[in-house]
């Protein structure tokens, strides 16, 4: 019997396999890490609005931004596609806790707690589990405090890496036993004086609208320090 060669079916299982393979960038933490500390920053911590969409670049799939809205509890209001794609559903409006398993979001509550109020940069290793249609999968996510418009660190600016196969349906995420979790308390880096900064480039500012949009909105800001 005779078989016949079909080239759309061929191309068509290619595009779903490559659609089901998560690698994201591997040096994306560090990068958004090294971004967030070139801030000008008051008490060691940055503003929100002085984040730049367009100075992240690509970053930006696997990035979010949370805003606290309860001890333990912060809302993701804005977040890369990349993200939405891992999870199976708009990341936008959840809870981070939302997007772990159920054993794992009581010590997600108390990493986002120790992010906000001590300040603290907390890195935490992550793991998908294997289960039925679902390769494991590993990675990490990164935590950034921000302040508000008010002063207040409120907001959060992270990064969610993975890497291996999806498999079927959105994933959920436990935190890995095999490593460590990084907690490194923020100090005053860059302190804001007199309304300049020290940073020798321009700053993007986008205003932090307390509204469900977030949208940015650019405007140019050049230091003469």
Do not use: C
């Amino acid at each position: 019997m005779s078989m016949t060669f079909d080239p759309y079916k061929v191309s068509a299982d290619a595009v779903s396999k490559a659609d089901d393979v998560i690698m994201t960038n591997p040096t994306a933490l560090k990068e958004l890490e090294e971004y967030w500390a070139s801030l000008p920053f008051t008490n060691g911590v940055p503003h929100r609005k002085d984040i730049d969409p367009v100075a992240l670049g690509g970053l930006l799939e696997d990035s979010f931004v949370l805003e606290r809205i309860a001890p333990g509890v912060a809302r993701i209001r804005v977040a890369g596609r990349n993200i939405a794609k891992l999870i199976g559903i708009e990341a936008r409006g959840l809870s981070l806790t939302a997007v772990m398993l159920p054993e794992a979001r009581a010590d997600m509550a108390k990493y986002l707690e120790t992010a906000f109020t001590t300040p603290s940069i907390v890195e935490i290793p992550l793991v998908g589990p294997h289960a039925m249609g679902q390769p494991k999968l590993q990675g990490k996510i990164l935590l950034l405090p921000l302040r508000d418009t008010l002063g207040r660190v409120s907001r959060i600016l992270g990064v969610l890496v993975m890497s291996g196969r999806r498999g079927l349906g959105g994933r959920r995420f436990a935190i890995s036993p095999d490593a460590e979790v990084r907690v490194k308390t923020v100090v005053g880096l860059h302190v804001i004086q007199g309304g300049q900064t020290n940073t020798r480039h321009p700053t993007f500012l986008v205003p932090d609208h307390e509204k469900a949009e977030d949208k940015p909105a650019l405007r140019l800001v050049v230091s003469n320090v």
